[in-house]
């Protein structure tokens, strides 16, 4: 890999095989729920998102190892639910709410929807795991081989020139609206830390055009996380 082939990769594949070496455990993660919310409008399942939300705490120490393996294994559950649930006789036990919620939420799914499910369902997953997989799904779900690459970029920045913090820039202004951000995940407000940064004096021209570009953002992003002190 080449700062040239990471700048203007579409391939997310390589490029995941190259900064999984080096990335945080926290930043690998976010990666993979930044995945994971391209699919939140079409997983429409309690399980699925609760997963989703549960491994993007745990990225920043705010869910324990317990409620990522239940939420893991409750999408899990709930993947394998979606898969089979019209292709079988009810179990006499089953009083029909939970094949109800199904329909009412899926309707017969897809083979695609099955996989987002069962991907979501792995990804809120140990760290270990996480760092060993290859996240194939990159290269196959025509969603992710869209913006994969981008979402990339946007989390680890170019690897090749870690970009580094002046304090002179880091004012009251621009922190207090990278926290909004980070925690609001309000990335519709990063041009506006754009200008807050440019105000303090900020020259950076990759920083500024992070901002003020079209995107995707999600939490992790380098700039973000540059301006908030998080690795």
């Known amino acids: 890999m080449t700062e040239r082939e990471w700048l203007a990769g579409t391939d997310p594949t390589p490029m995941l095989e190259y900064i ?83 329909g009412e939420r ?53 690897p090749f020139r870690p970009a580094t913090a002046d304090p002179r820039r880091l004012t009251s202004t621009a922190v207090s609206l990278a926290r909004s951000i980070y925690e609001d995940r309000a990335f519709d407000r990063m041009p506006i830390l754009a200008d807050a940064l440019e105000e303090a004096g900020c020259d950076d021209a990759d920083l500024l055009a992070h901002c003020r570009g079209g995107g995707p953002h999600a939490r992790g992003c380098w700039a973000v996380d540059l301006l908030l002190g998080k690795e």
């Open 106 to 158: 899926l309707g017969k799914p897809s083979q695609e929807v099955l996989r987002r499910l069962f991907f979501v369902a792995f990804m809120a997953n140990t760290s270990q795991r996480l760092r060993a997989d290859g996240m194939p799904t990159l290269r196959t779900d025509p969603i992710l081989v869209r913006h994969g690459p981008s979402l990339l970029r946007d989390v680890f920045g170019n």
């Open 20 to 102: 999984r070496k080096q990335s945080s455990d926290r930043k690998l993660r976010l990666l993979t729920v930044s995945c994971c919310r391209l699919f939140w409008d079409c997983l429409n399942l309690d399980e699925t998102r609760t997963a989703i939300e549960v491994s993007e705490r745990f990225a920043d120490g705010h869910a324990t190892e317990e409620e990522l393996s239940e939420a893991r294994s409750a999408a899990h559950d709930a993947a394998w639910y979606a898969r089979y649930y019209d292709e079988r006789e009810p179990h006499p036990s089953e009083d029909g709410e939970r094949r109800r919620y199904f």
